[in-house]
């Protein structure tokens, strides 16, 4: 392909790009194809000569957009919202197109200072402690990782190398691999499951520990977890706390648990990877109460915060504690031209121009286009509410910014009903949550094109499914008939078995079949 073709396709692809997201409201959110679909379509073999890139743009027609889940469709209600703007996607495109990553400073200039300069923009659109900016004196920062899990792996495994080298300092007849098997850490319940997935590849066992009615982690609970632990001899190193659970979008109290950890010397990561967005707007600030005990922090523009994935910002209050735990020594030892040395903060070696689609987003939005957006999208949530409970056939659990949690009364069979027509009608994509046992659907707004009339669809979607089959299955002698396990709630629960703790999917296969 030479540069004038590179020219057309590039245009060509824009404009397919644009009228996509422009219908994109008139198509089923969901899609209707069958496990194995594409197979017959895509040829079994690499074709040997290439082909005009005309023969392509068809192609995707053909055989993508059939397959595909349109996840900014303003019916999409499921996960979390995953950010998609125009100047995100353009960003992108810059990225791509400049081609250039970085390691050091020197490798690429623009690409790390404007990372540096990108991270202090959001810390401070947040209100984040000045602590955590890269401009600030001390040895805080902040970086781009690719995604909130890689955050919290790269947090834990700061926390672990951390409290190995305190343990060590005071306990000098211990070796690196004695302390290493005594560590432990702690989060609540309702974390998101890559929470424990990092545990996992940072080889530290982790508790996960019951939460309250608001789906907080207990203090007291860890407290005493914690002490437990220290009988024993074990050494508790982390704790990862949540700004917005994946479930039901609970906070916990920084407070109160940064408390324990200050006390216990003990690294307290946050994972804010959907709410944190929110922070923009002042009114949600007193969520930070308790942030000057936190040692690092994440939140995922590339979620709520219309930046395109992959983006996922992650500060520290010590910049020096991953770099004990990510720097390896240079053969020849220099003086580093730039500070800080963001690409010790981090596990690839190199790392993408991610920093362009931020600055566009930012620039392109303003910090009021931003707060607007947000607010709009809470208002939305809050539009639902309203809709759940004037309808006594309803009961509302959660609402909490975009997330909203309704059921229908009474035992789950109903909900699991709802729940299984909504994704055979394709018209919504929604999904279940366990809630203080009780089943329910999990409604998030999450489409950067969702409207008010969109609610109103999917509120007239739930009413007419419910309509159709609440009067006739909730006859009293269903109630105790076999629960029937069909396609739709096995597609339900794989999904959710995805995204969710292993205990809460256990329930919610338990909730599902029996
Ligand atoms: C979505 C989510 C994650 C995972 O985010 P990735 O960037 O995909 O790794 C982690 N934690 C919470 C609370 C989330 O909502």
């Known amino acids: 392909m030479d540069v004038e073709e590179f020219r057309e396709f590039g245009k060509a692809s824009v404009d397919y790009i644009a009228d996509y997201i422009e219908n994109i409201r008139k198509k089923p959110v969901l899609p209707s194809v069958e496990p194995g679909y594409l197979k017959n379509e895509i040829p079994e073999l690499a074709p040997i000569t290439g082909e005009p890139w005309q023969n392509i743009l068809p192609d995707v027609d053909r055989v993508i957009l059939p397959g595909l889940t349109h996840w900014h469709s303003p019916h999409f209600h499921a996960y979390f919202p995953t950010a998609n703007s125009f100047p995100g996607v353009v960003g992108e495109l810059f990225s791509s197109g400049l081609g250039c990553i970085s390691t050091d400073w020197q490798s690429n200039p623009a690409c790390v200072e404007l990372e540096v300069r990108m991270m202090d923009w959001l810390a401070k659109m947040l209100g984040l402690p000045e ?31 951390k409290t190995v080298k ?21 989060t609540s319940k309702e974390s998101n499951s890559s929470v424990e997935k990092a545990s996992l590849l940072a080889s530290v066992p982790m508790r996960l520990l019951p939460t309250d009615a608001d789906c907080r982690l207990r203090a007291d609970l860890l407290q005493e977890a ?31 648990i940064g408390r324990i950890c200050e006390k216990e010397k003990i690294w307290l990561h946050v994972d804010a990877a959907y709410a944190g967005a929110a922070l923009v707007c002042p009114e949600y600030r007193y969520l930070l109460k308790g942030i000057h005990f936190v040692d690092s922090f994440n939140f995922n523009p590339h979620k709520w915060f219309l930046t395109n994935s992959d983006c996922s910002a992650m500060w520290f209050k010590n910049t020096k504690d991953a770099e004990a735990a990510f720097k390896v020594k240079a053969s020849i030892p220099t003086e580093p031209l730039f500070e800080p040395e963001i690409e010790n903060w981090q596990i690839p070696t190199s790392r993408k121009f991610r920093a362009l689609k931020l600055w566009f987003v930012m620039r392109l939005y303003g910090v009021q286009g931003i707060q ?14 309203k809709l759940v409970k004037a309808d006594d056939r309803f009961e509302l659990l959660v609402s909490r910014l975009g997330v909203v949690g309704f059921r229908l009364k009474g035992n789950d069979y109903m909900t699991q009903k709802l729940l299984d027509k909504i994704t055979e009608r394709k018209n919504l994509y929604i999904m279940p949550y366990y809630f203080q046992n009780k089943l329910m659907v999990r409604f998030v707004v ?15 979607e739930i009413k007419s499914i419910v309509a159709d089959t609440y009067f006739r299955d909730s006859n009293p002698e269903l109630k105790n008939k076999k629960r029937e396990s069909n396609l739709n709630s096995t597609i339900l629960s794989k999904v959710a078995t995805s995204t969710f703790s292993p ?8 909730g599902l079949f029996l």
Not at 446 to 460: G, V
Request: aromatic share 6%; charged share 25%; with cysteine.
């Open 131 to 161: 602590h955590f900016l890269n401009e600030s004196e001390g040895p805080g920062g902040g970086v781009i990782q690719n995604a909130a899990s890689e955050s919290t792996l790269v947090g834990l495994l700061s926390g672990k190398q």
């Open 166 to 186: 305190q343990v060590l300092e005071m306990n000098p007849h211990l070796t690196d691999a004695e302390v290493k098997a005594k560590l432990v850490t702690y």
């Open 226 to 256: 914690i002490d437990k632990d220290k009988a024993e001899g074990l050494i508790p190193c982390c704790v990862v706390a949540s700004l917005g659970t994946t479930g039901t979008c609970g906070f916990d109290d920084l407070e109160d």
């Open 372 to 385: 607007k957006y947000i607010r709009h999208q809470v208002s939305l949530a809050k539009y639902l509410e």
């Open 446 to 460: 999450c489409s950067r094109l969702t409207e008010k009339e969109d609610i109103d669809f999917a509120w007239n």
């Open 503 to 510: 205990e809460l999917n256990e329930k919610l296969k338990v």
